[in-house]
C-alpha cells in the first residue's frame, strides 16, 4: 500500500491502482487549494480545511480493494457541542489497516479506542488548538498501538495554520531511534515495515 501526505490532514492512500482521497483542503497557508484524480473520497467533518471536493474529480470503474470502518468522535473535548462531529476512518486492503483521525479533539475512550481496533498505521493529528495537543496525541498513539504513526494537522515553516505547534514537541516523546524522518512526502507500507513514527516531508 501507499501513503502520501499532500499536507495538513490530506493523504491519498492507494492499493491495485485504486486511489483513496482523504480530507481533502482549500485556504491552508502555503499550501494551493487541492485538486486531485481519485477513485473515492473522504472527510472527517464538514470544515473547509478537511472536506473541499470541488476540486476533486472522480474516477469509475476500478474494483475498490479497500474495507472502510466508520468511528464516531467529536472535534472538540465538549462532545461536539464547539466544533461539532469528527469521524474517524479505518481502512482495511493488502492485509493492513490504516487509520485517519481526522480533526479528533480528545481522548478516545475506551469503546472508541475498542471501535477503532489496532492498526499497522495511524495518521494522527499532533498540532493542538483545533485538534489534540502532542501530549494527547502520544497518549491515543499508546491506546491504539500501531506499527507506524504519521503525524499531521501541525505546522512547518511557511506551511500550515499560524495557531498549530510544529512537529517537534510530538517527537520529543519518542526515543530519537524510533523516528525516521523521509525526504519524499510518499510511503509504501508493507507487513514488514519496521515500527516507526514516520515524518513525511511537507509537500
Not at 79 to 95: D, I, L, M, P, Y
Not at 144 to 167: C, N, S, W
Request: aromatic share 8%.
Amino acid at each position: 500500500m501507499t501513503i502520501t501526505w499532500l499536507g495538513h490532514s490530506c493523504f491519498v492512500l492507494e492499493s491495485g491502482g485504486f486511489r483513496v482521497l482523504l480530507d481533502p483542503y482549500k485556504v491552508v497557508r502555503g499550501y494551493p487549494d487541492v485538486t486531485a484524480e481519485v477513485d473515492a473520497v473522504y472527510c472527517s467533518h464538514g470544515h473547509f480545511d478537511h472536506a473541499y471536493t470541488a476540486g476533486v474529480t472522480l474516477a469509475a470503474g476500478r474494483a475498490d480493494p479497500f474495507a472502510v470502518k466508520e468511528v464516531p468522535t467529536f472535534h472538540d473535548d465538549q462532545n461536539g457541542s464547539f466544533r461539532g462531529a469528527n469521524t474517524v476512518r479505518v481502512f482495511s486492503a493488502e492485509g493492513l489497516t490504516v487509520a485517519h483521525l481526522g480533526d479528533l479533539g480528545h481522548p478516545l475512550t475506551e469503546r472508541q479506542a475498542a471501535a477503532i481496533g489496532p492498526c499497522d498505521v495511524l495518521m494522527l493529528p499532533v498540532g493542538g488548538t483545533y485538534t489534540i495537543d502532542a501530549q494527547t496525541a502520544k497518549e491515543v498513539a499508546e491506546q491504539l498501538a500501531p506499527r507506524i504513526i504519521i503525524p499531521m494537522h501541525y505546522r512547518q515553516g511557511e506551511k500550515g495554520f499560524l495557531e498549530l505547534d510544529t512537529v517537534d514537541a510530538f517527537l520529543s516523546l519518542f526515543p530519537r531511534e524510533r523516528i525516521r524522518r523521509y525526504p519524499v512526502s510518499r510511503l509504501e507500507v508493507t507487513k514488514d515495515t519496521p515500527a516507526q513514527v514516520a515524518v513525511l516531508a511537507v509537500p
